[in-house]
T-cell receptor, first 111, second 110 residues
């Protein structure tokens, strides 16, 4: 089992470019989350999903969109990247008992 | 505003020392408190605490929650270099949301 995977692992964008981060899980978990981690700020929740076809906003949703068309995938989109979105992005899944399983992270730099 | 505060921000110890990491919180609708260990990449789950005064233990790590004073501590006894990591505290405030603290960076030297 791969667990939680994220693609890509690294990406450099120019301001204004768009991209999509993919999170995939093979654990059949209902809940999926996207976090960003910045120095001195801890993990902050961007968006989350409680099941296929549903999404909801977290703490810092502005500038991001998400989709959960299939249970195993949770996509995070940046329509027009800004330098403030330079961060490490973590995806996590949870079956509903609070134990979250994290992906390896995606390091994004926006120039 | 909901917040989770961890202290100290950073800690340097020698192998064999005992350390105590602190996590205090001010949130509405507290449901549980969780501790994670983050080494090079993704955080890994350590403990979930929901009730005051009940210690959770796993090997040399233990944790306890005080819901009256709104804090939790994570103890690590007889530290080893492999304990070096960032330890994250998170509080679940609704069914689906976690708020994370900034973490405590622990460095254990031989």
């Amino acid at each position: 089992n791969a667990g939680v995977t994220q693609t890509p692992k690294f990406r450099v964008l120019k301001t204004g470019q768009s991209m999509t981060l993919l999170c995939a899980q093979d654990m059949n978990h209902e809940y999926m989350y996207w976090y960003r981690q910045d120095p001195g700020m801890g993990l902050r929740l961007i968006h989350y999903s409680v099941g296929e076809g549903t999404t909801a906003k977290g703490e810092v949703p502005d500038g991001y969109n998400v989709s959960r068309l299939k249970k195993q995938n949770f996509l995070l989109g940046l329509e027009s990247a800004a330098p403030s979105q330079t961060s490490v992005y973590f995806c996590a899944t949870e079956r509903g008992d609070n134990e979250q399983f994290f992906g390896p992270g995606t390091r994004l730099t926006v120039l | 505003e909901d917040k989770v505060v961890q202290s100290p921000l950073s800690l340097v110890v020698h192998e064999g020392d005992t350390v105590t990491l602190n996590c205090s919180y001010e949130v509405t609708n507290f449901r549980s408190l969780l501790w994670y260990k983050q080494e090079k990449k993704a955080p890994t789950f350590l403990f979930m605490l929901t009730s005051s005064g009940i210690e959770k233990k796993s090997g040399r790590l233990s944790s306890i929650l005080d819901k009256k004073e709104l804090f939790s501590i994570l103890n690590i006894t007889a530290t080893q270099t492999g304990d070096s990591a960032v330890y994250l505290c998170a509080v679940e405030i609704n069914t689906d949301k976690l708020i994370f603290g900034t973490g405590t960076r622990l460095q254990v030297f031989p």
